[in-house]
């Protein structure tokens, strides 16, 4: 994958944000949806009651979240499917299909519009350790961060990796 292609989520990331005028951390999903996607819907469902992911309707896409999540982990499911809005919408069911590079794409820009590396690197002053060690402090440091942006502190462990390898 060459980095035009990586470049591209960050870059509409970046630009969904300032057109919803979200300037900090947390960034909110639902002011960039209301903003930038007004005709988008957003609900949440029981596990049981539908399928999850994001759907075609005659009056626009509906993105569908597992209302039982953790709230930072529902974030990052609708970020996650919003991508598949902007990047792969186009008149298919998403929910119905699987693109291992569209579903990296889509983790991608969710990563790219909730926790963006800019945004990341002032409040990062411990960097990851090597996979087999445990670091409680590194750890704590992602559990502090991830409160910051609403995320999971798993995301925040990528994210710091990735401003490490950058």
């Known amino acids: 994958m060459n980095s035009t292609h990586l470049s591209a989520p960050a870059e509409i990331a ?69 991508a598949h809005v902007i990047f792969d919408g186009h008149g298919r069911i998403a929910a119905c299909t699987y693109a291992p590079d569209a579903e990296m794409r889509a983790d991608q820009f969710a990563a790219e519009l909730l926790v963006p590396l800019d945004e990341l690197k002032p409040f990062v002053w411990r960097l990851p350790p090597d996979e087999n060690t445990k670091d409680v402090i590194y750890w704590n440091q992602c559990d502090l961060i991830a409160s910051r942006f609403a995320v999971p502190a798993r995301l925040i462990d990528k994210r710091i990796r990735e401003l490490r390898a950058s």
Do not use: N, W
């Not at 988008?40 to 597992?66: E, F």
């Open 14 to 82: 970046a630009d969904l944000r300032r057109r919803a005028d979200e300037r900090q951390p947390s960034f909110s999903t639902a002011a960039i949806i209301a903003t930038c996607f007004p005709k988008l819907t957003v609900t949440g469902h029981s596990t049981t009651t539908v399928p999850l992911g994001m759907l075609m309707r005659a009056m626009g896409h509906v993105i569908i979240y597992q209302r039982e999540l953790p709230i930072p982990e529902q974030r990052v499911r609708i970020a996650h499917h919003l």
